[in-house]
């Protein structure tokens, strides 16, 4: 749908983020492909960006040459269409920058950081210098862009001082509002953050901040109190005054596109799809079906998962050659040696059970690193018995809510990490889990392969529900609602 949705500002909203959601590139000199990147931030907000026309800034991974741009380097989006298009800025960076401010302090020092995976931080003093000058760089392209009606939205870790940096060179301001997509850690974890002091006044600089759940919000608001002693925190109304101006601290649980997916995954395409792919692989239709998709990233607690699998098979021999476990692996940063370790980690744990448990009919783990398009994943998603998410740590996790929203006839069962920022709005009706209680984690799934259709009716059914309700359209009118509050000045601000 091209309408715009009630309360959404328009053209005046400038959306800023690292990742792009179209890459262009012509890496075999064939001509020019197109294609969207892995990760359920892009997908969301580029289904609100063709509603609203506005523009989306973001670093121009890619060839330069190949994105068909204008003098100010601006494409118009998606590409193809011609209904609910946008406009998309790219930032070309130099590969000192991606290595220092992509690859080093937003991937090897506030990703661990955020997920409190302290033994993955790697600092070095270059990665700080080229945070800053890629902040900058962002902000200068906001300064370029932005009127006094502009509505600014900054997304996630990689753009922590942008806000700042912004006000600094707009006098008269601007409003800024910064979501950040993963966990904000407790002080005890923080302080391990070199420059977190910065980074936490750079976020003062929005008149918004947004988390997944309250949690972080606390977290957060706890880090400032500790680190900022000119900030103050009124706890009451979740806000922050530092420097005459405020900061508003909320929580906002993203959705998916919940009626999107549940239109592709009902599509007779996806239907075809699971045929060739079941045929492919061996499962027919009385082998039950397990799915995992993730990015292969060491939070995603992958290596946790296809332990207690190879535990269930282990001593319950009823599920060898019955069930069947698909993963879906997206690579991801490999430059980076955790994530290159990891993902051999991934596979020589697959390949190890496969061996150990795998028959001449029957593959335990289904293993692929394709590409898959998203009518394959919901197929995927819509005929798996139970789906395993199960991450150790995870600011929100869409896939699970992926999953939900593309089930048929309310049959399936969701295996959920209490780790996960969805736990918090799905634990009545997820079989929970903890990642590192292999035990357990073995016995829930097998209670997830056995649960009875009258008892996975009425939780598949309240998750469809929830899903449906706190779509992604939700999760954008609760916040630009907020915003619409926040600019309405209230009688005790003009008392003032
Ligand atoms: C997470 C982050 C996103 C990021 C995505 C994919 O979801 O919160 O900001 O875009 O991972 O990672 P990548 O490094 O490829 O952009």
Partial sequence: STRPTPGVPGEELLVLSNRQPYRHSDDDGDGITVDAPAGGLTAGLDAVMRQVNGTWIAWGDGDADAAVVDDDGRVTVPPGESDGQYTLERLWLTDEQVDNYYYGFSNRVLWPICHSALTNVDGNARFWDHYQGVNERFADAVVDSADPRSVVWFHDYHLGLAAEMVQDRIPEGVFCIHTWHIPWPSWDVFRACPHGREVLRGMLGNDLVGFHVPRYCDNFLRCVSAALPGAHVDWENRRVVHEQSVTTVRAFPMGVPADDINRQAKHPGAETFWRDFS???????????????????????????????????????????????????????????????????????????????????????????????????????RFADVAIVSPIRDGMNLV?????????????????????????????????????????????????????????????????????????????????????????????????
């Fill in 400 to 496: 699970c809510q992926e999953y939900v929203a593309a089930q048929q006839d309310d049959d399936g069962v969701l295996v959920l990490s209490d780790q996960a920022g969805a736990h918090d709005e799905l634990h009545e009706w997820v079989m929970s889990i903890n990642p590192h209680d292999t035990t357990a984690f073995k016995e829930t799934v097998d209670e997830a392969l056995a649960m009875p259709r009258e008892e996975r009716r009425p939780r598949m059914d309240a998750l469809r529900r929830h899903v449906a309700t706190n779509d992604i359209s939700t999760w954008i009118r609760t916040i630009f609602a907020t915003v619409d509050a926040l600019r309405e000045p209230t009688p005790k601000d003009q008392h003032h």
């Fill in 279 to 381: 045929d492919t692989h061996g499962i027919d239709d009385d082998t039950k079906v397990g799915v995992g998709v993730d990015r292969l990233d060491y939070t995603k607690g992958i290596p946790q998962r296809i332990e207690a699998l190879e535990r269930l098979w282990e001593s319950s021999s009823q599920w060898r050659e019955s069930f069947t476990y698909v993963q879906v692996g997206t690579e991801s940063r490999s430059q980076i040696d955790a994530y290159s370790q990891y993902q051999q980690r991934v596979e020589d744990a697959v390949e190890s059970v496969n061996e150990r448990f795998g028959t001449d009919d029957w593959q335990p783990i289904v293993y692929t690193t394709d590409y898959l398009a998203d009518e394959a994943l919901y197929a995927l998603y």
